[in-house]
């Protein structure tokens, strides 16, 4: 075997190994610390779904709870929802429809998440995270 073909075989194994190792089931920990991060970090939830205080700041007591939200589109924006619906614990929906909903954007019979609400598209492994991370917490 030529070094060319060695080199290009031996890069291959490394590509395949390194793909491999990242699609490895996560833990539980691994998977309620990825939740947490897209839910605090990347979706920034708590800006809509938990009261805050005269600062600006979210209530931690009520983390998650659901508000009231606190802004208006400049144009009337139609379906616009004024609360955001408690999450913590997810009181109001299934575990498999909520990860249908962060993987499709929409839930029930045909139905669109309502403005502000972001039309998610997450892949199947994230939504499954978000899902355990806002199961693992309390409901009120």
Request: charged share 25%; hydrophobic share 45%; glycine share 6%.
């Amino acid at each position: 075997m030529n070094r060319a073909v060695y080199l290009g075989v031996l890069v291959f194994v490394v590509i395949a190994g390194c793909a491999k190792e990242s699609k490895k089931e996560m833990t539980v920990a691994e998977r309620l610390e990825r939740g947490r991060y897209l839910v605090e970090n990347v979706g920034m939830c708590a800006d809509c779904h938990t009261p805050m205080n005269e600062m600006g700041e979210p209530v931690r007591e009520n983390w998650l709870q659901g508000s009231p939200i606190l802004f208006k589109p400049v144009f009337e924006v139609p379906n616009w929802a004024d609360v955001a619906l408690p999450i913590a614990g997810l009181p109001n929906i299934s575990e498999e429809n909520a990860v249908s909903v962060l993987e499709t954007g929409v839930y029930g019979d045909n139905q669109r998440l309502r403005p502000p609400m972001p039309q998610f598209r997450l892949n199947h492994e994230d939504a499954v995270a978000v899902v355990a991370y806002l199961k693992s917490l309390r409901a009120e």
